[in-house]
């Protein structure tokens, strides 16, 4: 499977001379799947620019995390939600509010928007996602909820032998430390065990974090413990703070590199999420990556 | 993916079960984190002082190993059937429960204390366990040995 980057930020559109290169759009990630299907990763504002690309008559299917502005902001602007060829939809966490439409509506109507959902002239449909794992365009998906403010979901994609696992916003050290904590009480740990890719929140630094306990996110230490604890093999940090110019994310990237690398683990396998940027997610083969800080993990079978 | 789903499904357990035992951990008040069927997944340090034990010695335990250890024991000190206490009102009722009975240290010491469970259910509306907290009662029966 292939992913583009649309939009790496968090919170809010952080745009400016000084985000260039990381970006300013918020959390949108394109999965092209070998069967030529689109599967689209959240609707932050780095959508409204994908749509702009898509071929005619598009069937696509977005899913959708969680439903704070920084994910869903986009899709108003998303411009096949105006093309009567289209074919949209659109899964997300269940909640006892209401329907995900419902909840979506809530930003597609006024006064928030000139339009509602119901005179958009694309087929619109919404989804919980379900329990079980699901079938969209050759490839396995699986939501799984996971820690953060509101109900929230991590994804897995799985196709052939290849794993992608997508949690934008994570807080899984919240009042636990994570290299001594046992698999099953890891949030995430179930949809991100031995993924060939993991792109997970890193919103702040371990100095920063402390101010920010209980807001759903993660510092950079507990990114590299939870990528050690599930045996990911690849890591893409994500979700960067809005007040992070692409300077200080260069520091906090090399940073990063260096405690994989301490660890054993290759620097390379471990990047900062680019908008713009593209990459061909392969199953990678071996032991994983990287190397657990704490005790071990209970012995599990590499897959 | 079979495969992988025995290993993971195995793993980790529900999130709210999860941010429970977190919220457990933080507190002073001592605690139990059960699962549907009773199990003993979790307690924290202020039960672990009370019994005299901490979780890390004595591990998960199943419903009939943990009341035998623990009690709870009524008062003329005969044990309470599992099926009669808080925690399997809330677990079979899904509501809130109390009750007021003794506890057994692994020491022999019994303390007497008053106990609420709260039923856990996920966003999924499935109920994934529930949760104890007790408080040593203040009109006596508190160290008895």
């Known amino acids: ?303 | 993916m079979e495969e992988w789903l025995a290993v993971s499904d195995r793993a980790q357990k529900p999130l709210e079960l999860i941010l429970a035992r977190n919220l457990l951990t933080s507190l002073s008040t001592p605690a139990f984190l059960v699962d549907s069927d009773g199990r003993l997944l979790f307690y924290n340090e202020a039960a672990g002082a009370m019994l005299g034990r901490s979780f890390e010695e004595t591990g998960q335990m199943d419903a009939g190993e943990w009341t035998s250890v623990f009690g709870p024991l009524g008062d003329a000190r005969d044990p309470i059937p599992v099926e009669e206490l808080p925690l399997t009102a809330a677990l079979r009722d899904g509501r809130p429960a109390h009750g007021r009975f003794c506890i057994r240290s692994v020491d022999g010491r019994e303390h007497t204390i008053e106990a609420s469970a709260f039923p856990l259910i996920g966003s999924d509306s499935a109920e994934s366990g529930a949760m104890i907290l007790w408080w040593p009662r203040a009109d006596g029966g508190e160290g008895r040995g």
């Open chain 1, 1 to 303: 499977m292939k992913v583009k980057i649309w939009g790496a930020r968090g919170s809010v559109p952080a745009p400016g001379p000084q985000m260039n290169r990381y970006g300013g759009n918020t959390s949108c990630v394109q999965v092209s799947l070998a069967s030529g299907e689109e599967v689209i990763l959240d609707a932050g504002t780095g959508i409204r620019t994908l749509g702009l690309g898509l071929a005619p008559r598009p069937t696509i299917s977005i899913l959708l995390t969680h439903l704070h502005l920084d994910h869903i902001q986009g899709l108003m602007f998303f411009s096949p939600c105006f093309r009567s060829d289209a074919e949209i939809t659109i899964w997300g966490p269940a909640s006892p509010e209401g329907s995900l439409e419902e909840r979506v509506a809530r930003y597609i109507s006024a006064p928030l928007s000139p339009v509602d959902i119901r005179e958009l002239p694309c087929s619109i449909s919404f989804a919980d996602t379900p329990a079980t794992e699901w079938e969209l365009g050759g490839a396995t998906i699986r939501a799984e909820a996971v820690n953060h403010r509101g109900p929230t979901l991590g994804f897995r994609i799985t196709e052939g032998d290849t794993s992608l696992c997508y949690i934008p916003d994570h807080e899984p050290g919240l009042g636990t430390p994570l290299a001594d904590l046992e698999p099953e009480w890891i949030s995430g740990f179930n949809v991100a065990y031995d993924a060939d890719l993991l792109i997970h929140d890193c919103q702040y630094t371990d100095v920063e974090y402390p101010d920010h306990i209980g807001w759903g996110h993660t510092a950079v230490g507990d990114v590299i413990d939870f990528a050690s604890r599930v045996g990911a093999r690849r890591l893409m940090l994500f979700h960067h703070d809005p007040l992070h110019p692409d300077d200080f994310l260069d520091a906090l990237h090399a940073d990063a590199q260096g405690r994989w690398g301490t660890r054993g683990g290759d620097p390379g396998a471990l990047v900062a999420a680019m908008e713009g940027g593209e990459l061909v997610v392969e199953p990678a083969t071996g032991e994983a990556i990287l190397m657990p800080a704490g005790p071990a993990p209970g012995p599990g079978p590499r897959l």
